[in-house]
Every structure is written in structure tokens, then in C-alpha cells.
């Protein structure tokens, strides 16, 4: 089972700020089968970046992705109020995995 | 505009089984799997398992193999999640979601409280 670590664990900023948040594989994740997702309080998760570097629909430009084989990352450019929330990193190559999370919150 | 709507919250005692439902509309229901997650209170995200609606084929995190059973139907688009002998820590938020063959999962259901309770 390849085993995802999110760093850090909580992630404390202000709005306009930049995020950056990792995501490292126990192993080579092949083709890019990573995905991210937000999480708020009470919600579903939401599909931000699939394939390590794609936005889905409707994604604002501000989240990025990029890395492979076994480190990734995930950075917002500036902070809006609405993205203070949980991010979670998930592999798809071998059967499914998510890390731990990593949370952003205001500062 | 693609939907999943779930059944509502469950509170079952430890040694019982739970089933839960997740209808979607606004897609090709054959044509997607069907994953099931799951969320303990303040936890992360857990994959049990999917089912491939067009072929009836689930398949399940070692974890869960033998106390966990996916089925669909595909004359109501829906898919089914039951779990059995529960106990407490299978207390969490479950969760239906639509994936693509590569594994990809993107829209989600609303979530399914079980609470596992004496």
C-alpha cells in the first residue's frame, strides 16, 4: 500500500498570503496519479487538482500543482477567506490512499 | 449537473450491519464507478472500496474485505454500501463518490452519519 504524508499539519497564514503545502508518496506514484482535495467543516471533500499539475472545472487559477514520482505539492498564490479549510492528497495509481491532511488556517 | 444523494443518518448497535444508499442522476451511471469513503469524527478520509456498475465488479481495501459488501442497481442508478458487525470505531461520516477507471474520484455525496452505539 503506498502511504502518503502530508506536511505540515497545520499550516497558519493571513489572507493574500502564499500556501504551500506537501505531500510525499512511500513510494514512486506512476503517471501522476495524484489528486488534492479542500475540505471545510461539515462539507464533502471537492476535487481541486487531479494528474499532480490539472485543475478540475471550475478550480481558480490561485491552486497549482505540481511534483512527481514521490513528492508533490500543492500552492495556493494568495489566501482567500474561503480557502481556510483542510487539503487532502490522494494517490490513485495503486488502489486508493489519502494522506492525513494538512490544515490551513487564518492566522 | 451531477448529483448523489444519500440515505439518512443510521444509529446501530455494535454486532449489526448498516446499509447505506447513494442515488446519482446527472451522468451515465454505467459508465463511472462508485466509491465509498469514509471520515471518523475530527479524522482523516479512509477508501473501503468501489463497484463498477456496468459489470457488478466491486472490489475492497484489505482493511475492510469480508465485513464490507458494494452492490449497484443499475435500473435506479443507485449503489448500495453495507457493512457489517460494526462496532464503535466504525463510527464516522460515510461517503458515496463518483470515479473513473484510472481511480480518479471527483463529485461526491453529501455524506451518511452511522454511529455505531450500545
Known amino acids: 500500500e503506498i502511504v502518503l504524508t502530508q506536511s505540515p499539519g497545520t499550516l497558519s497564514l493571513s489572507p493574500g498570503e502564499r500556501a504551500t503545502l506537501s505531500c510525499r508518496a512511500s513510494q514512486s506514484v506512476s503517471s501522476s496519479y495524484l489528486a488534492w482535495y479542500q475540505q471545510k467543516p461539515g462539507q464533502a471533500p471537492r476535487l481541486l487538482i487531479y494528474?499532480?499539475?490539472s485543475r478540475a472545472t471550475g478550480i481558480p487559477d490561485r491552486f497549482s500543482g505540481s511534483g512527481s514520482g514521490t513528492d508533490f505539492t500543492l500552492t495556493i498564490s494568495r489566501l482567500e477567506p474561503e480557502d481556510f479549510a483542510v487539503y487532502y492528497c490522494q494517490q490513485y495509481d495503486s488502489s486508493i490512499t489519502f494522506g492525513p491532511g494538512t490544515k490551513v488556517d487564518i492566522k | 449537473q451531477v448529483q448523489l444523494v444519500q440515505s439518512g443518518a443510521e444509529v446501530k448497535k455494535p454486532g449489526s450491519s448498516v446499509k447505506v444508499s447513494c442515488k446519482a442522476s446527472g451522468g451515465t451511471f454505467s459508465s463511472y464507478n462508485i466509491n465509498w469513503v469514509r471520515q471518523a469524527p475530527g479524522q482523516g478520509l479512509e477508501w473501503m472500496g468501489r463497484i463498477i456498475p456496468i459489470l457488478g465488479i466491486a472490489n475492497y481495501a484489505q482493511k475492510f474485505q469480508g465485513r464490507v459488501t458494494i452492490t449497484a442497481d443499475k435500473s435506479t442508478s443507485t449503489a448500495y454500501m453495507e457493512l457489517s458487525s460494526l462496532r464503535s470505531e466504525d463510527t464516522a461520516v460515510y461517503y458515496c463518490a463518483r470515479g473513473y477507471s484510472s481511480g480518479l474520484i471527483d463529485y461526491w455525496g453529501q455524506g451518511t452519519l452511522v454511529t455505531a452505539s450500545s
Open positions: 494528474g499532480a499539475s
